[in-house]
């Protein structure tokens, strides 16, 4: 797999240019960032929770942990961590660990930490994980303009 179908569709759709660099087999978003030589700061990292009316896609850099107190308290909803079932239903063409932040993509909405802040570029997993995705900064704000935004989490690295 180079690029999950419905991501591809997604960002072509908008005619949004972007390209994709290769790496080995990691199973970190951390991990990738370090494999492809790209900052871990403009690495946007995934993490799927789950809420009483349904799902939410929180996206942080790769370097950040997410403060989940923090998290429930800006959505004002009770958050759990989604099950590996619970991914595989939602984004289905991608590995489970390696989904892409755009989540208009898979009609799951966003909420996007700012600490991803104003960065020239971005990469993030394309679907599996051997491949990340590179867009501009602009761009990622873009595909990602429908996000809720806010400050939840912290540097642990």
Partial sequence: M???????????????????VAHHRTSTSRQSAIA?????????????VHHELGY???VVPSTHRIEFGT?????????????E????????????GAI?????????????????????????EGGDHRTLVHVSGKDFRNLTMDARHARFSHAAY
Avoid: W
Wanted: charged share 25%.
């Fill in 56 to 58: 939410a896609l929180a």
């Fill in 100 to 124: 892409p932040p755009i989540g208009a993509a898979y009609d799951v909405p966003v909420i996007l930490d700012d600490s991803l802040g104003e960065a020239a570029d971005i990469y993030f």
């Fill in 2 to 20: 180079t690029i999950a179908n419905r991501l591809k569709d997604y960002i072509d759709g908008r005619g949004i240019s972007y390209d994709t």
């Fill in 36 to 48: 492809a030589h790209v900052p871990g700061s403009m690495m946007a990292k995934s993490v799927v």
């Fill in 71 to 83: 998290l429930q308290d800006v959505m004002d909803r009770r958050l759990g961590l989604a099950s």
């Fill in 85 to 96: 079932d619970e991914v595989v239903s939602l984004f289905g063409d991608c590995d489970i």
